[in-house]
C-alpha cells in the first residue's frame, strides 16, 4: 500500500514552452502532497505543501507564479513549470501524506521526474 | 528550526567491509520522527526507517542498524558486510511530530554517497 506515481519519468521541453507534472497516490487519499526539487549531488530541496482544495504555501524563495501547483482532488496533483528555463532542469519529486496509513507524519514519495529544458 | 546533518559527504567502502552513516539532528521538540532513506542511481527514494523520539531502541533489519541515542541527538545507520547494491545516497531526515497535513515538512540532511567496490 502506499504508492505514489509520477508522470511523467522525463521529459525534454523547449525553452519558454510549459510542462506539466502529475502526482497520484494510487492507493490512499493524500490530503496532502509536497514538491520537491532536486538538483545533482544535492539534497531535495522542499518547493511547496499542497492540501486537497486549498492553495499550496510556497516555500521562500520559489516563485509561486513559474510554478504552479493544483491539488484538486485526494489522489492527484499537479506541478506545471512555465515557460521552462535552463535552468530550471531538475529532478522534482512528489511526496503525499494522508488517512490510512496509521502515521500522520509519514510521506510516500514519488519516483520522481527529470526535466530536461533545452 | 530544526537542523539535521550529514557531516560525511563520500564514503568509499570495499564490499564486505561495515560502514557507518551518521546523522546528528537539532530540534527543540520533544516529540518528532527520524528517518533515513536510500536514493539509488535511478533517483527514487526508498524508505529505510522511521524512529519516534520516545523509542530509542536500536534496530536490526538484516545487514542494517540503526543507533539512537538522544543523549547525543545522533541517528546512525551501519550496513555490516556491505554490497556494490548498497551504493547510493542516504538521507537523514526529520520531521517534528504533534502536527500533521501541511506542517509534517521533512528536514533532510545533505546526504551521504555511499560507494562500495567489488
Known amino acids: 500500500g502506499a504508492v505514489v506515481s509520477q508522470h511523467p519519468s522525463w521529459v525534454i521541453c523547449k525553452s519558454g514552452t510549459s510542462v506539466k507534472i502529475e502526482c497520484r497516490s494510487l492507493?490512499?487519499?493524500?490530503?496532502?502532497m509536497f514538491w520537491y526539487r532536486q538538483f545533482p549531488k544535492q539534497s531535495l530541496m522542499l518547493m511547496a505543501t499542497?492540501?486537497?482544495?486549498?492553495?499550496?504555501?510556497?516555500e521562500q524563495g520559489v516563485e509561486k507564479d513559474k510554478f504552479l501547483i493544483n491539488h484538486a482532488s485526494l489522489t492527484l496533483s499537479t506541478l506545471t513549470v512555465t515557460s521552462a528555463h535552463p535552468e530550471d532542469s531538475s529532478f522534482y519529486i512528489c511526496?503525499?501524506?494522508?488517512?490510512?496509513?496509521?502515521?500522520?507524519?509519514?510521506?510516500?514519495f514519488g519516483p520522481g521526474t527529470r526535466l530536461t529544458v533545452t | 528550526a530544526q537542523k539535521v546533518t550529514q557531516a560525511q559527504t563520500e564514503i568509499s567502502v570495499v564490499e564486505k567491509e561495515d560502514v557507518t552513516l551518521d546523522c546528528v539532528y537539532e530540534t527543540r521538540d520533544t516529540t518528532y520522527y527520524l528517518f533515513w532513506y536510500k536514493q539509488p542511481p535511478s533517483g527514487e527514494l526508498v524508505f529505510l526507517i522511521r524512529r519516534n523520539s520516545f523509542d530509542e531502541q536500536n534496530e536490526i533489519s538484516g545487514r542494517y542498524s540503526w543507533n539512537f541515542q538522544k543523549s547525543t541527538s545522533s541517528f546512525n545507520f551501519t550496513i555490516t558486510a556491505s554490497q556494490v547494491v548498497d551504493s547510493a545516497v542516504y538521507f537523514c531526515a526529520l520531521v517534528l511530530g504533534g502536527r500533521a497535513g501541511a506542517n509534517s515538512k521533512l528536514t533532510f540532511g545533505k546526504g551521504i554517497t555511499l560507494s562500495v567496490r567489488p
Open positions: 492507493d490512499f487519499q493524500a490530503t496532502t
Open positions: 511526496s503525499a501524506s494522508g488517512t490510512g496509513q496509521g502515521i500522520w507524519y509519514e510521506q510516500y
Open positions: 499542497s492540501n486537497e482544495g486549498s492553495k499550496a504555501t510556497y
